[in-house]
């Protein structure tokens, strides 16, 4: 059965376990506008984030103590929301913010001096999962818009005065979503993703350089867009390369580093249970759950995912529980929907008193 299709109904036992071993909850209603109270750790996570949208809609980044509005953030939540099959009223508010042209622009590009591949590989995905018109979203066309970035190596470059800082992250988003049109994903660019594995056999993150070194977050979606567009033994090699880079803890660690993340755990998860490496993907999804606020964490956090083991900080809380719902919910981005999504947002379900 492909990669891609295959269902992945093992996730249940955990979150049943989890369900039945818990004690009673409070009876007190949740918060205005927020779900009833939830067990799995995915929904209970997507909840949180939902939370976090400054004025409802969108996300934003801090950079010496100013917020600035962040577009890819933004949608890297709606994915989540997705994935978690709830919080989808946070999730309509969040993809009507990023079709607003003022947001749509600066984020993509004007399309003529400048065009962004992996922004708008990002937004297509997000359109699609949505089940929004990707041809008239914001009133720009993404697919053709990513189409006309496809350079003759196969390579999705970006068109600015500024330079080419294109990746392997936005070439295999770019794959995933444009596998979804009608015409498919470009051959010439599912051949490029693969000439540029390395010769340890995980995926840079950047394109090009002399020296190539696999990085877990990169292979992570290169399994997934090889995976989705019908490369299956490429795609296992990298889930292969992904297992033996796991830690002793179930965790991954970002490129160079030795501590696990949420951020790199919950990108490999995703690929791992999405590929049908069950043992690897629920080590995995256990070692998110250490990372995720529980019960005895302060109400206004729980649910959401730390960074890493040194604790909650919301500063990098937001990015980290972003990805990390990937992991926990195992559904991957080949076929990635909202529909069906509930519309609250819940909170973590916790013992009375």
């Known amino acids: 059965m492909p990669l891609r299709t295959r269902s992945l109904g093992l996730l249940a036992i955990p979150a049943l376990l989890l369900s039945a071993a818990a004690p009673a909850v409070a009876d007190a209603p949740a918060p205005a506008g927020h779900g009833a109270a939830t067990f799995r750790p995915d929904a209970a996570a997507a909840g949180w984030l939902a939370r976090q949208l400054v004025d409802g809609d969108h996300l934003v980044t801090v950079y010496n103590g100013t917020s600035y509005p962040d577009q890819g953030l933004t949608a890297d939540a709606v994915l989540a929301f ?36 992996g922004a708008t590989a990002k937004l297509l995905l997000t ?19 990513l189409r006309s970035l496809l350079t003759p190596s196969g390579r999705f470059s970006d068109r600015s005065q500024w330079g080419d800082y294109s ?31 390395c010769a340890d056999g995980g995926f840079p993150v950047a394109l090009g350089q002399a020296t190539c070194a696999g990085d877990p977050d990169a292979t992570a979606l290169a399994v997934q867009a090889l995976a989705a567009t019908g490369r299956t033994a490429d795609a296992r090699a990298g889930l292969d390369w992904l297992t033996a880079h796991q830690g002793a803890d179930g965790g ?4 160079g580093a030795t501590t696990a993340n949420a951020n790199s755990t919950g990108l490999a998860t995703e690929a791992l249970l999405a590929g049908d490496r069950f043992g690897a993907g629920l080590k995995g999804w256990s070692r998110l759950l250490k990372f995720q606020q529980g019960c005895s964490a ?11 083991a040194s604790g909650f900080n919301q500063a990098t809380a937001v990015r980290a529980t972003t990805q990390a719902v990937l992991g926990l919910s195992g559904r991957g981005l080949a076929d990635l929907s909202a529909d069906g999504a509930r519309p609250t947002a819940p909170v973590l379900a916790c013992p009375a008193g």
């Open 82 to 117: 997705a994935a978690a099959g709830g919080s989808d009223q946070a999730a309509a508010r969040a993809t009507a913010w990023l079709a607003k042209p003022e947001n749509l622009t600066g984020y993509l590009g004007d399309g003529t001096t400048s065009a962004y591949a």
């Open 127 to 145: 359109a699609e999962v949505r089940g929004a018109d990707p041809t008239a979203f914001g009133g720009v066309d993404l697919p053709a818009r």
């Open 298 to 308: 302060d109400p206004a956090v729980r649910g959401a995912v730390a960074y890493d």
């Open 167 to 197: 990746n392997a992250f936005g070439q295999s988003l770019a794959l995933l979503a444009l596998q979804r049109t009608p015409d498919g994903a470009p051959a010439q660019a599912v051949d490029f993703l693969v000439a540029a594995r």
């Open 252 to 255: 991954f660690a970002t490129g």
